[in-house]
């Protein structure tokens, strides 16, 4: 079976081919017109490379940036949102956090959809799914025809209460696809069956906003493949870290949009389980963005809501607010590409504007003229200009120079290269910095962590970063520049079902949690098996608990799917278990609640062969020397540079010297070692 995996960044499209065990990689400028051509373009090279044809690929898995990039910039579909009377304004007065303290300019992120495409039904249900006011069929008739007239390409229905009882929602589906079957609807109680009415309405918004854009787009991918002799299977990586079908990644595209970072962080989960990691900082440093995962027990963390489209410099708060099941991290605007300023208070600034693919950093020569911190790196001997993104693209070293000189070292009275150094700080301290927020937000010391660092430009900057936030070593595996893609191989096919059903502990109802529980089995596995085709999934169940009073709840892992009246006293221990790690101790005398539950179901995971490191220092060649400016000493020094292909396990090297691939390149700094793994991995340490 060959498998692709194909990634859509900001910046590079990569595609991972999986031939008997043997991975080959292919590394292009994303093409942001029409996305679809740099994935065959990718394809086409890395098929050569491993010397098949398209037509010979079993199966695609697609990860992509494009539903999240129609959200930040607004360019989705003509989209209504229909709530209940009185609720029009939900996703437009947004909640009471202030995301900038003691701003008294705050400006808050404008509303997915305008206040002039947002209409009301008269209809009301309570928290318990009870009907208080019916929906006449009517009414719903009527607005579908007008919908229909005001020409409309997609509606979001979002009623108050819908989680509890969906019944008004389902009508108006309905009719709409009797009356207005052109227009694409989307339904809360389908999309997030979850509480907190602001992140719902978002989530269906923001489903029915980019729906009609990712079908076309999914659309004409097939169609292109096959035009092209790749007639195989394409399924879709979704924010949760699962492989979904095509037909529900069109129904449901607001789960793709984490669908990228989501194959980094299963990518470096395989590699913890390889070598028995229990604690690993994942980084990935791509084009556009760095993204920071947290992975415990070979498990990234995971959450069942996350913010896109920050507006204030990625700060959380400030974005718009979605409830899906997501892999939980932080990703900040500092990519190769992340353009560097100098502000009135003549400090650098990098990011979170992005040069991206067109017209890319101003070393690409394609009429870039603005430095990035891809210009600062090659300034600073780290990237080789001759074989750049598996030698596609020529750097120049000039062009990166006088881009440097003129908005950076002019501005605050230095040469180029003291402004490459500086602008590299300043991007290693924000990713450091927001490396330790995450970390302090989950109650964790990053220290006793390790990192696993893979991106286009993570292993250039890995070393410094852990530097900083006292890491004593890393690890970058094979093929780390295009670590994502490779992700998307590993990928279970998944899908997590989440639902709310409220009620208070001492009011534990058995046979309601379970026909709960049954209803999401069924669902879950019904995407998976659709997709697997055979075999039996495999079951992870959660129930989402708080104590009352509180505002959030905490995921309570279960074993069991059938629940008698007695295992309620079972769910406190488990509560008051979880409670203590997140928080110490668990708080006594308080009433406790069930808020929602989530069943994932997934195909069996392949095992994993577990791996020794090795630990010899001994037995590299270094292939040239080269000037490369070293951060333990802020000096330039002569740097070896090693051939990483031709590196043996065993093989180690001492700092400061520069391993180069085609697809990125590892800065190993003075009192810094690397050694060989048997898997291809380099481990890089500081010396004993």
């Not at 694409?184 to 389908?190: G, K, Q, R, T, V």
């Not at 037909?247 to 299963?266: D, K, N, W, Y």
């Not at 006088?402 to 150094?421: F, K, S, V």
Request: with cysteine.
């Amino acid at each position: 079976m060959i498998k692709a995996g194909v990634d859509i960044g900001g910046t590079f499209t990569d595609v991972a081919l999986e031939v008997g065990g043997r991975i080959t990689s292919a590394k292009v400028l994303t093409n942001q017109a029409t996305p679809e051509q740099a994935i065959l373009d990718a394809l086409k090279i890395a098929a050569q490379d491993a010397g098949i044809k398209l037509a010979d690929i079993s199966v695609i898995i697609h990860g992509t940036t494009l539903a999240t990039n129609a959200l930040i910039e607004r360019r989705g579909a003509r989209t209504a949102l229909i709530t209940t009377q009185g609720f029009r304004d939900v996703i437009e007065m947004r909640s009471e956090n202030r995301f900038e303290q003691y701003d008294l300019d705050i400006t808050l992120p404008p509303a997915l959809i305008d206040r002039r495409h947002r209409y009301t039904l008269a209809e009301r249900v309570n928290a318990a799914g009870e009907v208080l006011l019916p929906l006449a069929r009517t009414d719903a008739e009527a607005m579908a025809d007008t919908l229909r007239e005001q020409g409309y390409e997609s509606v979001a229905v979002g009623l108050i209460h819908a989680y509890a009882n969906p019944a008004h929602e389902r009508m108006i589906r309905d009719v709409f696809a009797e009356r207005a079957p052109d227009i694409a609807i989307s339904i809360s109680s389908e999309v997030s069956p979850q509480i907190r009415e602001l992140e719902r309405f978002n989530t269906v918004c923001a489903n029915a906003y980019i729906k009609p854009l990712m079908a076309s787009y999914l659309g004409r991918l097939v169609e292109r493949l096959g035009a092209d002799g790749a007639h195989c299977p394409v399924y879709v990586i979704h924010s949760g870290g699962g492989i979904i079908d095509l037909e529900t990644a069109i129904a449901f595209p607001v789960r793709l949009v984490e669908s990228g970072p989501a194959g980094g962080a299963i990518f470096a989960t395989h590699i913890a389980a390889r070598y028995g990691l229990d604690r690993v900082l994942s980084y990935d440093m791509g084009g556009t963005t760095a993204k920071i995962c947290l992975i415990e027990d070979m498990r990234p963390k995971t959450a069942k809501s996350f913010e896109v489209a920050r507006t204030y410099r990625f700060k959380k708060g400030s974005g718009m607010p979605i409830s899906i099941p997501v892999i939980d991290m932080v990703e900040i605007g500092a990519g190769g590409g992340s353009i560097a300023t100098v502000d009135a208070m003549r400090q650098i600034r990098v990011g979170p504007e992005s040069a991206g693919s067109e017209p890319g950093p101003a070393c690409y020569g394609r009429g870039g003229d603005r430095p990035t911190v891809s210009d600062a790196d090659l300034m600073l001997g780290r990237l080789d200009p001759n074989n750049f993104a598996g030698g596609s693209i020529t750097l120049s070293a000039d062009q990166a120079a006088t881009a440097m000189d003129r908005d950076i070292g002019a501005a605050l009275g230095m040469d180029a290269a003291q402004a490459a150094y500086g602008l590299c700080e300043v991007v290693d301290e924000n990713m450091a910095n927001a490396a330790r927020v995450h970390a302090v937000e989950n109650g964790k010391d990053i220290g006793k962590y390790r990192m696993i660092a893979f991106g286009g430009a993570a292993p250039i900057h890995a070393a410094r970063l852990c530097q900083k936030l006292g890491i004593t070593e890393f690890l970058v595996p094979p093929g780390a520049g295009v670590g994502s893609a490779i992700g998307f191989l590993l990928a279970p096919f998944s899908f997590e079902a989440v639902r709310t059903d409220h009620m208070g502990l001492s009011d534990f109802d058995a046979a309601r949690v379970n026909t709960i529980i049954a209803d999401l089995s069924t669902e879950a596995d019904g995407f998976v098996r659709q997709a697997m085709g055979q075999g039996e999934p495999e079951r992870e169940c959660q129930v989402f608990m708080r104590y009352r009073g509180q505002g959030w709840e905490i995921p309570v892992d279960i074993d069991q799917t059938e629940f008698q009246a007695s295992d309620a006293d079972k769910l406190k221990k488990l509560f008051d278990e979880t409670y203590t790690r997140f928080f110490g101790r668990p708080i006594e005398g308080l009433e406790i609640e069930l808020v929602s539950w989530a069943v994932k179901a997934s195909s069996p995971a392949a095992p994993v062969e577990t791996i020794t490191a090795l630990n010899s220092t001994s037995g590299a060649e270094p292939t040239g020397i080269r000037q490369l400016f070293d951060i333990a000493t802020e000096k330039w020094s002569d740097a070896d540079i090693y051939e990483r292909a031709s590196l043996a396990p065993g093989n180690g090297l001492a700092g400061p010297a520069v391993i180069v691939e085609s697809e990125t390149a590892t800065v190993v700094p003075t009192s810094y070692e690397a050694i060989a793994q048997p898997d291809g991995c380099l481990l890089v340490r500081v010396m004993p």
